[in-house]
């Protein structure tokens, strides 16, 4: 068997298939394949009564037209019909493997759910890699009476389930591409783990040195407004980084600079970063947008999700921690990366005056940082 096969496959279209797409279709094919572990699987969950003969239809990413309370249309992860001789029944499966929910997006699937006829037995599975609770009510706000089922679910509870069925090279690969994206926890400190908490305090005091004090005050010269460094530790728990932000909510978008913590892989390296996002609800999208494109093509920032209108999308400057390793003080050399950003984003804010910058300054001592997890 070849290891890390998927891993390989979704490295050679880096850029082209996004994580949480390939990974569905993973999952998609082995439940069209398998319907053992596809029927084993929905007992495992209790969601439905599998014991009798079923024939099962699993689809991916098939469009629903939006309602007419909906501003977007919608698009499921995983379909799943089921049928046997006493009913039909219907599975949506949205994912999300570091990203977050999008705009009403369970909610919005609930209502197509709610309102599919011909099924008797409906239900939205929400899985996600992270720790993202959901509200039940606020996933059924606009239906009364709900005839869906909701559950919320963890893919490293899809992992462990793979560990019971047929040891299979399909599911061997699949077991292997979650175990390297951080999807099959075990509940149990490694050793990685308990070193990482021994040493969390020193490399935060790290971070701290390259943050505040210099940088921290050229970040506010140059954006006019910094946020709270409680909102930084905040954004460790929820978003696995550590940036001091500004918020611009005449545009609706934001700045951060610090850490990005969170990483796909367990050796990646963590990168310092300095990012500006825009709300895909921002009523000057369109400008920033604009000016995010020019901006990646006149300093070499990278931008992501530029094209697309229902999600979040922004321009960043980034650099690999190991990038800085080699340097006899890494705090300053850091340091240094970080000012030189700033330096760019002052020309970037100079260049581009008419864009909404302005920036309000929080002096409240709020540990909400009120941004977005991406």
Request: glycine share 4%.
């Amino acid at each position: 068997m070849l290891v890390a096969l998927f891993s390989r496959l979704l490295n050679l279209n880096t850029g082209n298939i996004p994580l949480e797409d390939f990974f569905t279709e993973l999952v998609a094919y082995l439940f069209s394949t398998d319907k053992d572990i596809l029927y084993a699987w929905l007992n495992h969950l209790n969601v439905l009564d599998t014991s009798i003969d079923l024939d099962a239809y699993v689809s991916t990413q098939r469009k629903f037209e939006p309602l007419d309370v909906h501003r977007l249309g919608s698009r499921p992860d995983i379909v799943i019909e089921l049928a046997n001789t006493q009913r039909l029944s219907i599975i949506f499966i949205e994912s999300k493997i570091g990203s977050h929910e999008g705009d009403e997006q369970l909610s919005r699937y609930a209502e197509i759910l709610h309102g599919i006829p011909g099924f008797q037995h409906k239900v939205l599975l929400y899985i996600t890699r992270d720790f993202d609770p959901k509200d039940q009510a606020d996933v059924f706000k606009n239906i009364f009476q709900s005839t869906v089922q909701f559950r919320q679910l963890r893919w490293h509870q899809f992992y462990r389930f793979l560990k019971t069925q047929a040891d299979t090279m399909l599911v061997q690969e699949i077991m292997t591409f979650m175990g390297e994206y951080r999807m099959a926890h075990n509940n149990q400190f490694s050793s990685i783990d308990v070193i990482t908490l021994a040493n969390f305090t020193k490399s935060l005091e790290l971070m701290d040195e390259t943050m505040w004090g210099e940088v921290s005050q050229r970040f506010k010269t140059v954006l006019g407004a910094i946020k709270q460094k409680a909102t930084a530790l905040t954004q460790i728990q929820w978003h696995g980084r550590y940036l001091m932000t500004a918020s611009m909510p005449s545009g609706r978008w934001w700045c951060g600079l610090g850490f990005i913590l969170k990483t796909s892989h367990l050796t990646d390296y963590p990168t310092v970063r300095l990012v500006l996002e825009v709300d895909p609800n921002s009523h000057r999208r369109a400008d920033i947008i604009e000016a995010m494109k020019n901006i990646c093509e006149q300093y070499g920032w990278k931008g992501y999700s530029l094209d697309s209108s229902k999600d979040w999308a922004g321009v960043v400057r980034e650099k690999s921690l190991q990038d800085f390793l080699s340097e006899e003080d890494h705090v300053v050399a850091i340091k240094r990366f970080f000012l030189q950003a700033l330096d760019e984003l002052e020309q970037i804010k100079d260049q581009y005056s008419t864009l909404p910058w302005v920036a309000i300054q929080d002096n409240r001592e709020s540990s909400d940082d009120g941004l977005p997890g991406t």
